[in-house]
């Protein structure tokens, strides 16, 4: 099968023919119809994250088709459309069993440490694969299983509640997720911080107040529109400690800063005016949870969650067009979110 496969960090990925992945018997093979291509694989390109055993083939946002299903797979069968969840767990640890599977010391992520869905076909365990209802389209079903996953799961862990206020730093293919999420949550108001003039925009059309951080200082901004209150929730999905730290500037008392963002950077809190005096608190934000998933496919499906606008180029499963989003991505470019059509 062809697959688009990281050969050494820093290199461009390369196109490979490779065979098509056996399954074991609780496993499935999966054609993929879609794959997103996300920032995290720039930086897995880069060298910035670990990936292997190389080469490797990437690909973590991926929905397709059961081709094949191993003998002991009672819940899937060939032609059913799946999503993955990209963890593959033991299922039998003590964080698998607490609902926490993301620290499963034996978890190993397909597109990083398992070959992933830039690929015509992937192999999993059958209970990472969930239904994708028919009506929600392979591209949104592969970018919910990542840029929209790790935001609902940012907003659980800064257990956001009806009618608070909400920051949302980074107006990306997370962001856009996080804005509508937060409103289907119940948020009163989504402040969106960026400094790409089509992203803002994109935010004001899905509902957030844009906040220009290239015209003017956020945390002014944000304490300026709130009558100097700060925001309840501020969601750093970035990577950037600058906007970390704006994050934490940013909030009310009482306020919750979710940081998804990832970098190997440190910022300063000043402890008594901005934690204590506050009762904020600074949430580390990792992956997300399969328990996750059915609620992202219930606000999809009610149409809470429209992704017709993130997913905003299609690319075929060519490494030379794969690359090219990737230098994209590398730059802050304009777009969105693509997605690999094999
Ligand atoms: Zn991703
Ligand atoms: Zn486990």
Redesign the pocket.
Known sequence: MRAVRLVQPGQPLQADNIDIPAIGSRDVLVRVRAAGICHSDAHYRAGISPVRPLPLTLGHEVAGVVERAGPEVKRLKPGDRVCLHYMV????????NKGS?QF????RMIGKYRDGGYAEFVSIPARSAFLLPDAIPFEHGAVLMCSSATSLHALNRARLSAGETVAVFGAGGLGMSAIQLAYALGAGRVFAVDRQPNKLAMAREFGAVPIDAAAADPVTEIRRLTNGRGVDVALELIGRTTTMREAVQSLAVQGRAAIAGITDGTFEIAPYEELLNREAEVIGVSDHLAQEIPQLFDLALRGKLDLSRIVTQKVPLDADAINRVLDHLESFGRDVRAVIAP
């Open positions: 767990t033991c299922g039998d640890c003590l964080y698998c599977e499963c010391a034996s978890g």
